[in-house]
């Protein structure tokens, strides 16, 4: 199994990004998915988690600037960020909250005028 997440880039602060993860596990589609991130200097955080039948959850204040979907046809959890922020700087990455496999590289993030 093998995760690779990418669309991260340097943005100014009010930009938008959508990020991208494809896992290669089998079953994609029976397993919850999850989008944490990593800023500098600090642990590892989850943002937001989307099941099987699509429930939602924002793990962090994200003032409704996150969202999360999923495309099972392609293996694909989307993040999709607007009105970005400073302090959205970060690594981020995805896998499965319940049963994790190994980490991918992750895709950065910053936010700089």
């Known amino acids: 199994a093998q995760i690779v997440e990418s669309g991260g880039a340097l943005v100014q602060p009010g930009g938008s990004l959508r990020l991208s993860c494809v896992g290669s596990?089998?079953?994609?589609?029976?397993?919850?998915w999850g989008w944490y991130r990593q800023a500098p200097g600090k642990q590892r955080e989850m943002v937001a988690k989307?099941?099987?039948?699509?429930?939602?959850t924002y793990t962090n204040p994200t003032e409704d600037r996150f969202t999360i979907s999923r495309d099972n046809a392609h293996n694909t959890v989307y993040l999709q960020i607007s009105n970005l922020k400073p302090e959205d700087t970060a690594i981020y990455y995805c896998n499965r909250p319940v049963t994790p496999i190994a980490w991918g590289q992750g895709t950065q993030v910053t936010v700089s005028s």
């Open positions: 596990s089998p079953e994609f589609e029976i397993y919850t």
């Open positions: 989307i099941t099987p039948s699509e429930f939602i």
